[in-house]
């Protein structure tokens, strides 16, 4: 079953002389339960094409649709709703609040939608990512591959359509990132969750069923 599909999509930053084209008319879609990898160089438009399939940012032109529903249809204020129901963000930097401990970083998408938090789900969550005993942690109690565990946490709880993982790794050394990635995958297998990956890092790019590579802000193969 489709649970992505990107129509057309454009960027187009300034005018004139300074215009930047970041994205040119780029279409794809993806399954639910699917793992996809975004592989490009620095600059060749993949920040911007995941910031757009998140809602984060609206496109010159072309179309999003997450679980049918065309999300520039939507005004900011419903768009931001739905973003932070059904769009998982997980950044290379962590995000996370410092004054807040581990539990409280992951519960914080409920917190702020007003629902209600289930200890047994926390607990669960807390289990898969390996942070059992961490929970009553503040973020610079924990090395950086934890703090990354904690964002995924983050980006789990709601259960959302999709998570996008905007370079995962990059900040995070080898034994880290083989961890973090290993547990993308394990999300994806054991809970159906659909990712779409951007990363600069073949190797990484590898542990996805599929890999769109974009160059110049147009999608040059599908693997």
Known sequence: ?????????????????????????????????????????SGSGKSTLLHLVGGVDRPTKGKVFISGK????????????????????????????????VEENITL??????????????????????LENRGKHLPNELSGGQQQRVSIGRALITNPAIILADEPTGNLDSKSSDEIVSLLKKSNKEYNQTIIMITHNMEIAKEADRII??????????D
Do not use: C, H, W
Not at 109 to 130: C, F, I, S, Y
Not at 213 to 222: T, V
């Open 1 to 41: 079953m489709e649970i992505v599909r990107v129509e057309n999509l454009s960027k187009v930053y300034g005018k004139g002389e300074n215009k930047v084209i970041a994205l040119d008319n780029v279409s794809f879609s993806v399954e639910k339960g699917e793992f996809v990898a975004i592989v490009g160089a």
């Open 70 to 101: 065309n999300i520039y249809a939507m005004n900011d204020d419903k768009l931001a709703i739905f973003r932070r129901r059904q769009v998982g963000l997980i950044y290379q930097f962590y995000n996370l609040i410092p004054i807040l401990n």
């Open 109 to 130: 998408p409920l917190e702020l939608d007003n629902r209600e938090v289930d200890p047994k789900t926390v607990k669960e969550l807390l289990e898969l990512l390996g």
């Open 213 to 222: 590579k974009i160059e110049d802000g147009r999608i040059i193969e599908e």
